[in-house]
């Protein structure tokens, strides 16, 4: 089983639309986790760290559900822009600083006019 | 802004060759990491560093070395270049803890012929 699972779509939304993905992990000592997003050909880039509250940043929210080990994104009023590949990450071990993120493949997101 | 480095953007190298990927952070992280990503596999982790002169291997380290004689420098190394390392190579850093994200560098696009 990967440690950081992802459907990876891709999802075909309209413009406006609400679409939110899940990302399991299986190891429940997990401290750590974010979102990611990648665009074709670059870099990822950090969205936001999810915390165990739930947190929120404009359009997106994301929440942590340790109980059954997943995290999820929710994306509202969904924009062009939007389209993009989405990493889930999660840190596996206990916080030594010493362990490198563990990423998902990705789901793809394709917002359409 | 957390700034990472990558030496080359595009790099083409013949089978047998050392290949040296260069990669700089400009906030004095302790950690950096190395990562190959391939289509429909993900971020893979090589090699990482959480401090000068200290290294670990990551999930796919043969074929690789690292190097980290400077704080702000980490480099990785291909022995002997083969064609199964084609790939898009991702620098990163992290400051100390692992509830911080990582900030990755624009990525090295590396063909092996």
């Known amino acids: 089983r990967k440690e950081v699972e992802q459907d990876p779509g891709p999802f075909n939304v309209p413009e406006g639309a609400t679409v939110a993905f899940n990302c399991t992990y299986s190891n429940s000592a997990s401290q750590s986790f974010f979102w990611y997003r990648q665009d074709c050909r670059k870099e990822p880039k950090l969205l936001m760290s999810v915390y165990s509250s739930g947190n929120e940043d404009g359009r997106f929210t994301a929440q942590l559900n340790r109980a059954s080990q997943y995290i999820s994104l929710l994306i509202r009023d969904s924009k062009l822009s939007d389209s993009a590949t989405y990493l889930c990450v999660v840190n596996g071990l206990a916080d030594t600083g010493r362990r490198a993120l563990t990423f998902g493949s990705g789901t793809r997101l394709q917002v359409q006019p | 802004d957390v700034k990472v480095t990558q030496s080359s953007r595009y790099l083409v190298k013949r089978t047998g060759e050392k290949v040296f990927l260069e990669c700089v952070q400009d906030m004095d992280h302790e950690n950096m990491f190395w990562y190959r990503q391939d289509p429909g596999l993900g971020l893979r982790l090589i090699y990482f560093s959480y401090d000068v002169k200290m290294k670990e291997k990551g999930d796919i380290p043969e074929g690789y070395s690292v190097s980290r004689e400077k704080k702000e420098r980490f480099s990785l190394i291909l022995e002997s270049a083969s064609t199964n390392q084609t790939s898009m190579y991702l620098c990163?850093?992290?400051?100390?803890?692992?509830?911080?994200?990582?900030?990755f560098g624009d990525g090295t696009r590396l063909s092996i012929l």
């Open positions: 990163a850093s992290r400051a100390g803890t692992g509830n911080q994200p990582q900030h």
